[in-house]
């Protein structure tokens, strides 16, 4: 099964679960379903799936009178780009809105557009700054078992959150969970996810990064070593707690964020790191950010395996930890 569809059906059925629910957006009912993210989405009974203009600022202002109303509903964006035409109500509304403790959910699914044809639009992959406008829960879906966490624990929860698909992974495959995989955050967040558990190194994959994560998770494996593997799915994080207990048991850290933003996620976990006085050899492995990005360019983010292997000292003779 493809990602898209995964995404999908993870969606399709946590709606169904509600007997009332609410999804609109444009051409969410209609042409392409925003290339398949809402195809047959739940209609009927106490279901409504509602093709609307463009009017991102309303749209939103609608949602928030939805959930005040007790309503549970959904907001299916085309790109993140437009949420920018609705920064007003996001913020401002969300604001006066979260006092009240609504009990019913709305929730925006948008797509990034992260592939780097669109030029100027796939520039704008910074969930992390949409999160910090108004301490605002988002969180990025990189992988299957992530979507079902996620989209179990806050598709159609109370309250509000932005939650955020990949263009670029919609056509690749997705695995199934693992037995071992669980989620790490506060209550049920699904905000840390653990996909391994291994001694030698720390693997944290923020925003899409996963794939890039996975493929250096088998690379260390190919060397004779392990390593634990997390996806930092959702922002802001309650509680670093348990990558700090890995990264200070493995003695090494490897952070993989693709976001193209200068408020990287990465930090606040370098910054923990700091905090607590954890020994550790760090690798960073971050984007560049330039004038390129704006350009229609094929979007890459390739990792030099052996540079950061040179980086943290890893090789197959070490052992656990410094």
């Known amino acids: 099964m493809t990602y898209l569809a995964h995404v999908n059906r993870c969606i399709s059925q946590a709606i169904a679960a509600r007997p009332c629910f609410v999804s609109f957006g444009q051409n969410v009912g209609a042409g392409s379903h925003l290339s398949g993210l809402t195809r047959n989405l739940p209609s009927g009974g106490g279901h409504?799936?509602?093709?609307?203009?463009?009017?991102?600022?309303?749209?939103?202002?609608?949602?928030?009178?939805?959930?005040?109303?007790?309503v549970d509903c959904a907001f299916f964006c085309k790109q993140l780009d437009f949420l920018l035409l609705a920064c007003d109500q996001i913020v401002n509304t969300?604001?006066?809105?979260?006092?009240?403790?609504?009990?019913?959910s709305f929730t925006i699914v948008c797509i990034v557009v992260d592939?780097?044809?669109?030029?100027?639009?796939?520039?704008?992959?910074a969930l992390a700054d949409f999160s910090s406008l108004a301490d605002i829960?988002?969180?990025?879906?990189?992988?299957?078992?992530?979507?079902?966490?996620?989209?179990?624990?806050?598709?159609?929860?109370?309250?509000?959150?932005?939650?955020?698909?990949s263009q670029r992974l919609f056509s690749s495959g997705i695995s199934p969970a693992k037995a071992d995989f669980s989620t790490v955050g506060t209550g049920t967040e699904a905000s840390m996810l653990r996909h391994e558990t291994g001694d030698h190194a720390t693997i944290a994959a923020f925003n899409f990064a996963y794939p890039q994560a996975a493929a250096i998770h088998r690379?260390?494996?190919?060397?004779?070593?392990?390593?634990?593997?997390f996806s930092?799915?959702?922002?802001?994080?309650?509680?670093?707690?348990?990558?700090?207990?890995?990264?200070?048991?493995?003695g090494r850290l490897i952070l993989i964020d693709d976001s193209r933003s200068r408020n990287r996620a990465a930090d606040g976990l370098c910054a923990a790191i700091a905090e607590a006085g954890i020994a550790c050899r760090i690798a960073r492995l971050y984007r560049t950010i330039d004038e390129q990005d704006i350009r229609p360019h094929a979007d890459r983010f390739s990792i030099d395996f052996e540079e950061l292997c040179r980086t943290i000292d890893l090789s197959p003779a070490q052992n656990p930890g410094m």
């Not at 409504?48 to 203009?53: E, H, Q, S």
């Not at 309303?58 to 109303?69: I, P």
């Open 48 to 70: 409504r799936v509602l093709n609307m203009p463009n009017c991102e600022n309303a749209q939103v202002g609608f949602g928030f009178g939805l959930m005040l109303q007790g």
């Open 219 to 229: 690379q260390i494996q190919e060397k004779g070593l392990t390593a634990s593997l």
């Open 94 to 104: 969300w604001n006066m809105v979260r006092l009240r403790r609504p009990s019913a």
């Open 232 to 250: 930092i799915a959702g922002l802001p994080v309650a509680d670093w707690l348990p990558m700090l207990a890995d990264a200070k048991r493995t």
């Open 137 to 165: 829960a988002v969180f990025s879906v990189s992988n299957g078992p992530d979507a079902e966490a996620i989209i179990d624990a806050h598709m159609v929860a109370p309250g509000f959150r932005i939650i955020a698909v």
């Open 115 to 125: 592939s780097g044809f669109e030029g100027p639009q796939s520039r704008l992959n």
